[in-house]
């Protein structure tokens, strides 16, 4: 694939990733209340959506300027990750060790299970109760994106070493969008209870925002002015109709055409940086809550779920806050030396001279 455009810092996707948790926080805070605003999960597509381009493009970029090393590639996911999450598992554990000591080996398996990266599945059969615990099944939406992290990066570094043309790669990340809502809607009729949760059932967000980062680093597109406008109106339509319910006949289909919406909208303020609609979601209250907004996420659905949206809101507000600041900022600002007595363990893979 030819060498395409570096993104550098896009303040109007920190502002995306603002609207994406404010989804999720409104829809924590209000579907327990009074079962209003189904739309609002569909903040983890977003989610979902933005990684997918994001991680891409940091991918394709760094081929582009040399080769990719996996070694860095975990470390930074890692180091982003992590310390956030054993915080507020940490955290909860302690209380509860506490408040029941005898039960320290369930504690325990339950802090396992959290920190495994596998309650996507254990979600989808059934055993979010009993390892999980009910306040942490949103873990799935983690689960989700740590398995793309392992299967997307060697997948797209294949395609790069083959030579393989953009067209190629979308056609075939298209082929699989198709298989999972075909999959997606079969499922709907014999296991619906999975269709959120799983990954054959609920990868394509993901997708959509690899499909985008493709056309933008490699076809080199340029949105008219007007696309990101109608996606984000889009996107306010399948907010408005969406239905949580999987027995809906609006489900299967809101679904792909927010991650569609969502892909848009993100190429959109990117090429119009300066237009209105970009401007708009690079406002600073947007751009804070997406700094917090992982933190956020993980804190908000487990106070609420305990405290209730009264107390457990502004509770997750703060705490998603402290986190930023005192956990997972110190992390994200370390450095690896770059001496050679600290190679990396996976050495860089590089580009080879003719795929340039």
Not at 27 to 39: E, K, Q, V, Y
Not at 56 to 82: H, K, M, P, Q, V
Not at 169 to 185: C, E, K, S, Y
Not at 301 to 319: D, E, K, R
Request: charge should be positive; proline fraction near 7%.
């Amino acid at each position: 694939m030819a060498r395409g455009r570096s993104l550098g810092h896009a303040p109007a996707l920190d502002g995306i990733r603002g609207i994406a948790i404010l989804l999720v926080f409104t829809a924590h805070t209000l579907i327990p209340a009074s079962g209003r605003f189904d739309g609002g999960t569909l903040g983890v597509d977003l989610f979902f959506v933005l990684s997918g381009f994001l991680i891409t493009t940091l991918l394709i970029d760094e081929w582009d300027n040399g080769g990719i090393s996996f070694s860095r590639f975990y470390s930074r996911r890692a180091r982003r990750l992590l310390p956030a999450l054993i915080f507020l598992l940490g955290f909860y554990g302690l209380i509860k060790l506490l408040a029941q000591p005898d039960r320290w080996a369930h504690t325990l398996l339950e802090f396992v299970a959290r920190l495994s990266y596998l309650a996507n599945v254990i979600v989808a059969v059934g055993h979010q109760n009993d390892l999980l615990g009910f306040n942490f099944g949103h873990l799935w939406s983690l689960a989700q994106e740590e398995q793309f992290y392992l299967l997307w990066p060697p997948l797209l570094l294949l395609a790069l070493r083959k030579g393989a043309r953009p067209l190629t790669v979308l056609w075939l990340t298209g082929a699989v969008v198709v298989a999972i809502n075909i999959d997606r809607v079969i499922t709907l009729h014999t296991n619906p209870g999975r269709v959120w949760v799983s990954p054959d059932t609920h990868g394509d967000p993901i997708l959509f925002g690899c499909a985008a980062a493709v056309i933008r680093s490699r076809l080199n597109l340029r949105l008219p002015p007007w696309a990101g406008p109608a996606a984000a109106v889009l996107l306010a339509g399948t907010l408005a109709f969406y239905d949580r319910s999987t027995s809906s006949v609006a489900y299967p289909i809101t679904v792909p055409l927010f991650a569609l919406a969502s892909a848009v909208l993100i190429l959109g303020v990117i090429e119009h940086p300066h237009a209105l609609l970009a401007r708009s979601v690079s406002i600073s209250p947007l751009r804070f809550a997406g700094a917090i907004s992982y933190a956020w996420y993980l804190w908000n659905s487990v106070t609420i779920g305990y405290y209730g949206p009264a107390i457990g809101a502004p509770v997750s507000v703060a705490a998603a806050a402290l986190s930023y600041r005192f956990v997972e900022t110190p992390f994200r600002r370390r450095r690896r030396p770059s001496k050679s007595s600290d190679a990396p363990a996976v050495p860089v893979i590089p580009q080879p001279a003719s795929a340039a």
